[in-house]
């Protein structure tokens, strides 16, 4: 019978794993009871680690907002300047057909 149990997943560990064959994990420490609340306490994440006021440490996403900003004034740009150009010839060609059509309806009277 087991007596060691990985302290991530609870799986149970022979004398010579040095490795969880289950989750993976390194076996450093393991709990004698199958539940990952037994484990030895993880150390905490690290934090976040915040510029400290008039650092660049912000600069990139600052940058990275700005392309965004800029890539998508471009795109209106060009929606603008090929789009309605384009719907114009749209409505001329639909104009020309409605005008042919009325034409040959009233000249057939």
Request: hydrophobic share 45%.
């Amino acid at each position: 019978m087991a007596d060691r149990y990985c302290s991530n997943c609870g799986h149970e560990l022979r004398e010579d794993n040095r490795f969880c064959p289950n989750c993976g994990r390194p076996v450093h420490e393991a709990a004698h009871v199958p539940t990952p609340e037994a484990d030895v306490p993880m150390p905490p994440p690290p934090e976040a680690a915040t510029p400290a006021p008039g650092s660049r440490g912000g600069s990139r996403i600052k940058k990275v907002i700005k392309v965004d900003r800029l890539d998508k004034i471009v795109g209106v740009i060009l929606a603008v300047v090929i789009g309605i150009p384009l719907l114009l010839t749209v409505l001329w060609f639909m104009l020309q057909f409605f005008m042919e059509f009325v034409n040959g309806f009233l000249g057939a009277f």
